[in-house]
Each structure stands twice: as structure tokens, then as C-alpha cells.
């Protein structure tokens, strides 16, 4: 990721360090609105349980629902061109892994250093399988457990220091955006202050991983007919071509529409260049070549 980009840009230092903090990406007070629309469900909610969650923590996902003005992060658009410019090339379409608000109570331990991609026991190496985004709901500092990374740890042939000393806070503040990359070692640093740390998490990977929350049940039909097209496709509603995805052999948009036929003739959803080698193929065979 060089070429175009300045060498402060987002894509350089993403490339770089597996991490970066964009400054001021929406106004702080259309955070303070998400924050606030949050107060009941962090209320409601009860702690985490595991060594993984952490006990003085509390995290819930389902925000395009329980919080509907999540979609401007959900579908931030310097966001999506990020995500789109690593993930792209190895998927035919980007999928959302989770949404989830996280708050970091007073007294919580760090969280285990680890690298979000090894949720998908796949070999890595060969390229990103997930973009996170965290959006501080109020101020990240290094006393209420900002998030830790360890700079470079996302390349293949990273043999340097995984020591607590290695780890750097990325403190930022409502507006900002931290982003990471799921090879990147990182996790939610102690909080020693007296104060909550709240965030939320956005994360895109390849569509054709399995989600870590299954889109398409928390955000069923009934609740995904009324998103942007583009969203719904981003939750699941599209098929990653070739053919993976679908409903009866269908783009489950199809179900979006309301009526749901009992039968349907299943339609391939080929990428060009299937398409063309299919159609090279079929033809042959009836001697139109
Ligand atoms: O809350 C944070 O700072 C990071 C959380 C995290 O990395 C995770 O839950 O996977
Ligand atoms: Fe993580």
C-alpha cells in the first residue's frame, strides 16, 4: 500500500504498523448522541463472563438496531474504502463481522494480547482476513485501558517483542476512528482510572468467512428490509459470487421484498469471468463454438 498514498495517510501507516488513528472523522457531538442512546443497554446489560471478555467489562452487539444512527460508522465512507482496499482483493465482497459496544469498567484487567483473524482457524500469511474499527465513545487513555498494539505484528515474518513493554496505547477521542487489522497483536489495555472507557467495535471481513455475529440473524428480513440496499448487502443480503450465500439458489435479497415463494428456479450469480469460461463451455458442447 504505497503508490498513491502520502506517507502519514491511513493506508500507509495501516500497512506499516497494522494499526492507526484517524483524526476527527465525524463531529464528537454525533458520538455523544450514540453514547447516550447506549445508556440503557450498558445499564441493562450485565457483565461479561471469561477470561477472554473480561469480567469488569460489558459488551452487546445488535447496534444497528438497539442504536439506528450506527450506520454512519457502519457505512462511513473513508472507512469502507479502507476496509474495501485490504480486503477487496482477495473477496468478491466485503461482508460486517460484528458491531459491538464494549465498556471497560474501573478495575478491569488488560485483555489477552491477541490477533482478531485467529477466530478463523485458516493459515495466514498470505493476506488480511479483517479490518476493525473501534469509535471512542468517550476519550481513550492510557489509565482507562486504551486499546494496545504491538506495531508491526500483523506481517507474516514478525519475530519482534510481544512483551508488555513493546505495547503501545492508542489514546484517541470520540470522533476519531482506531483502526487495525485482524493479524494485528492488540488488546484492551487495564483500566486504573476511576472512569468508564466505551467504544464501539465495527469489523468487516472477506465475505465469505463465517461472521463472528451472525448478521443475518440478528438483523432478520423483518429488520434488514428497512436498511439502505447497500447496508443490507453488507449484513449478508448478497451473494459472494460464485454462488455462496443464497437462499433456494437465490441472492437472499430476494427475502427483503416480503412475499417469499414456496419455489423458486435457482439462478447462478457468476463473476464475469466464470460467466464467460461457463458460457465458452456450454457452447462448445452444443457446437456453437
Ligand atoms: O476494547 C478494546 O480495546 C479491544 C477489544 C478487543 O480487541 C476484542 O474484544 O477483540
Ligand atoms: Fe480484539
Not at 473480561?54 to 460508522?73: V, W
Amino acid at each position: 500500500m504505497t503508490g498513491p498514498f502520502s506517507p502519514d495517510s491511513a493506508p500507509v501507516r495501516l500497512d506499516r504498523d497494522g494499526f492507526c488513528v484517524i483524526r476527527n472523522l465525524l463531529p464528537a457531538n454525533q458520538i455523544d448522541a450514540i453514547d447516550c442512546s447506549l445508556d440503557y443497554d450498558f445499564a441493562a446489560t450485565p457483565y461479561c463472563v471469561g477470561d477472554f471478555f473480561g469480567e469488569r467489562t460489558k459488551r452487546f452487539g445488535r447496534l444497528l438496531t438497539r442504536a439506528p444512527a450506527t450506520r454512519a460508522l457502519v457505512m462511513h465512507d473513508a472507512i469502507l474504502a479502507l476496509a474495501q482496499s485490504v480486503l477487496s482483493p482477495n473477496c468478491d465482497r466485503i461482508a460486517l463481522n460484528l458491531t459491538q459496544a464494549v465498556e471497560i469498567h474501573p478495575g478491569a484487567l488488560a485483555q489477552y494480547p491477541h490477533r482478531d483473524h485467529d477466530l478463523w482457524p485458516a493459515i495466514k500469511g498470505g493476506h488480511q482476513f479483517q479490518v476493525n474499527v473501534m469509535w471512542p465513545l468517550s476519550p481513550f487513555t492510557e489509565a482507562n485501558g486504551a486499546t494496545r498494539f504491538w506495531p508491526g505484528s500483523h506481517r507474516l515474518t514478525y519475530d519482534g517483542d510481544v512483551s508488555e513493554s513493546a505495547a503501545i496505547a492508542a489514546t484517541c477521542e470520540p470522533g476519531d476512528a482506531l483502526v487495525w487489522l485482524g493479524g494485528t497483536l492488540h488488546g484492551a489495555g487495564a483500566n486504573v482510572s476511576d472512569d468508564l472507557r466505551r467504544g464501539i467495535i465495527v469489523s468487516y471481513c472477506l465475505g465469505w468467512l463465517k461472521p463472528f455475529e451472525l448478521q443475518w440473524l440478528v438483523y432478520p428480513p423483518e429488520v434488514a428490509r428497512h436498511f439502505d440496499p447497500d447496508l443490507a448487502a453488507l449484513v449478508g443480503y448478497a451473494q459472494h459470487r460464485p454462488n455462496l450465500g443464497n437462499v433456494e439458489g437465490r441472492c437472499p435479497s430476494y427475502l427483503l421484498a416480503g412475499k417469499r415463494p414456496d419455489h423458486v428456479a435457482a439462478v447462478d450469480a457468476l463473476r464475469p469471468d466464470q460467466a464467460d469460461a461457463l458460457r465458452t463451455y456450454v457452447q462448445t458442447q452444443r457446437g456453437e463454438g
